[in-house]
């Protein structure tokens, strides 16, 4: 299942949108790691932002983490996006299962918890990290990315992420869309947008329509002429291989690598992001600690 996400701007230049559709990306990750519904709904949602987000990166080979970590009974939420539209993520607690909220909908603030915070970092490909925190909000994540952005970047942003669970527990509609006020935009522009958006159905009630990106795209922003300025490829992707878990076990230093070696003579590592497991034998552990001792 590929995904697309879509960029765009209005022809004056003041407010940007990005749309993704996600449902292949919300789904494999719920098979990857057998979430209830609301975990389903929470992680989906925060790997729609991080692609979306992942989208902004300005240069190739950088990559953003955004890890939400609030009181609730999901614990951490993380995600990993790059800029070349590649997203995974996980769930501390993928059965952690609540009661739907007052409105009937999953209750994923609930879930994430309020207290706690939101976190950003992104890896800049060789500079230093930049990492931003906010406190959690509500905790539905598009309203959490959304204060992130005012507080840390000091960008005006709308941002809509729904994740819609079917019956038999599989995803029905996943996706979101993020509206970005330049700092340039007048007054006229903004209240014009603001009055575009009181009037807007959910994320996933437009899904439910069939709307592709790009009509997605000119319902938001009805009141403007916009113009689409690329379509691409996303979806799930986990990079891990044999090289990257065995630096992994390498960065734990001799004395753990020894601990292993004389307590269990092997070790067995699952990628928490995608859950192959890689298998090391004595001999290869003791290769390991060669390259630790280095
Ligand atoms: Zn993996």
Not at 99 to 108: C, E, R, S
Not at 113 to 142: A, F
């Amino acid at each position: 299942m590929s995904d697309k996400l879509t960029k765009a701007v209005t022809k004056n230049g003041f407010i940007r949108i990005y749309a993704v559709n996600s449902k292949g990306i919300a789904e494999n990750a719920r098979k990857f790691h057998s979430t209830m519904p609301t975990g389903t709904a929470a992680l989906g949602r925060l790997l729609t932002g991080a692609v979306l987000m992942g989208a902004m990166l300005k240069d190739e080979n950088t990559s953003l983490t955004l890890q939400m970590h609030g009181d609730g009974p999901l614990g951490r939420v993380m995600a990993v996006a790059n800029s070349e539209g590649d997203v995974k993520g996980y769930v501390e607690n993928p059965l952690a299962e609540l009661p739907l909220n007052h409105l009937g909908k999953l209750d994923v603030g609930g879930a994430i918890g309020r207290n706690g915070y939101l976190s950003v970092v992104k890896d800049m490909n060789m500079k230093e990290p930049y990492i931003g925190q906010v406190p959690i909000q509500t905790g539905e994540i598009g309203d959490d990315l959304a204060f992130y952005f005012a507080q840390s970047e000091q960008v005006a942003s709308l941002i809509a992420l729904g994740v819609l669970v079917d019956r038999d527990y599989s995803v029905k509609q996943a996706g979101g869309f993020i509206v970005q006020i330049m700092p340039d935009c007048d007054e006229f522009n903004l209240k014009k947008f603001e009055k575009a958006a009181e009037g807007l159905s959910s994320v996933t009630a437009m899904l439910e329509e069939g709307l592709s990106n790009e009509e997605l795209i000119r319902r938001v922003m009805h009141n403007f002429e916009v113009e689409i300025l690329e379509e691409k490829e996303v979806g799930y992707h986990c990079d891990c291989c044999d090289e990257r878990m065995q630096r992994a076990i390498v960065s734990l230093g001799k004395k753990e690598i020894q601990d292993i070696i004389d307590e269990q003579g092997e070790a067995e590592i699952v990628c928490q992001f995608c859950n192959k497991g890689y298998k090391y034998d004595k001999k290869a552990l003791e290769d390991m600690l060669e390259r630790a001792k280095r």
